[in-house]
């Protein structure tokens, strides 16, 4: 009895530190708890958004529970690969930088994270095929990019010169994965990509350039060495005008996305005192690149991205 106790007990502690460094990881690096529910959202609103422009009579009843899962697990999976890939993409710089990452001081390996991205490619794989083969397609065509990024195009150092080209070329990555998102509904009925699709496309891209940017602008005592912003790279005010150029692109191209499925005037009256209210934001960290002040671009690019999606994908089934 005391034998099997001991193995019970040593088996426990063993599973309790695994499961608390893994959970470690994902609070430092990919935070479940906010990527989840955002992911299902960008998934779901895919699907949503090419039925209704199918169908602009289309009910939630009307989403297959395969297409749906699938969707928003897809879009989860990719997030996750893009996390795993930028573990191995930086880890010289971030062994020199930044030691404190959970990677760089040992509480998880990369080959254990290879493991983790293997196992989600098999999901890719696995769920593509459960709603329809013709999906292995464009799912082919968001891993070419997504191994182009990886490898930085086989230009890194030229690419790292331009910090304008780097952004726009990894943005491409969303637009990409919402192109699968919403292939997921509209393949296995034989539809086509549309107008419609590529406005929404469009707005993914400069919604993901808006979220970008925006968790990349500090103050300047918040800086570190080593660590490029794009408040250190353009300074406060340059940074300012790329990131409210991104966030008017993505209004206008969200609002006329809208309107193909009968929700553009609704998105112009709900984003209107979001959008000011971004005029003012950045007015005034271009004035005053303060902690305080740069404390919201935490928080309202996410708002807003939220929003778009949402919008999007789901008000077209309540109006």
Not at 65 to 91: C, G, N, P, V, Y
């Amino acid at each position: 009895m005391p034998y099997f106790f001991t193995i019970d007990f040593w088996g426990n502690v063993g599973y309790n530190l695994e499961m608390k460094r893994w959970w470690t990881y994902q609070k430092e690096r990919f935070p479940l708890l906010a990527y989840i529910p955002l992911m299902a959202t960008f998934g779901f609103s895919s699907v949503g958004y090419s039925m209704h422009l199918h169908n602009p009579q289309a009910r939630l009843s009307d989403i297959a529970f395969s297409q749906a899962i699938t969707a928003m697990a897809t879009t989860l999976f990719w997030f996750m690969l893009l996390r795993i890939a930028d573990e191995h993409k930086d880890f010289e710089e971030d062994r020199r930088f930044r030691p404190y990452r959970p990677v760089q001081r040992g509480l998880v390996k990369l080959s254990e994270l290879r493991a983790i991205g293997l196992f989600l490619v098999m999901g890719l794989i696995a769920m593509s095929i459960w709603v329809d083969w013709r999906l292995l397609g464009i799912l082919a065509l968001v891993g070419l990019w997504f191994g182009l990024m990886t490898v930085e195009f086989g230009i890194p150092k030229w690419l790292k010169k331009r910090p304008t080209i780097y952004l726009l070329s990894h943005m491409m990555l969303l637009p990409l994965i919402d192109l699968y998102a919403t292939a997921v509904e509209w393949l296995p009925r034989g539809g086509m990509f549309s107008f419609g699709i590529m406005l929404y496309m469009v707005s993914s891209f400069c919604d993901g350039t808006v979220v970008e940017v925006g968790r990349k602008l500090r103050a300047p005592e918040n800086e570190e060495y080593g660590v490029d912003t794009y408040t250190q790279i353009w300074g406060p005010k340059r940074a300012m005008v790329v990131w409210l150029a991104a966030i008017t692109i993505s209004g206008a191209s969200t609002v006329l996305a809208g309107f193909h499925v009968g929700v553009g005037h609704v998105i112009m009256i709900v984003l209107s005192p979001l959008y000011f209210l971004a005029i003012a934001t950045a007015i005034k960290f271009a004035k005053l690149p303060s902690p305080k002040n740069a404390k919201i671009f935490t928080i309202l690019p996410g708002v807003w991205m939220i929003l778009m999606h949402t919008m999007l994908g789901l008000l077209p089934f309540f109006m």
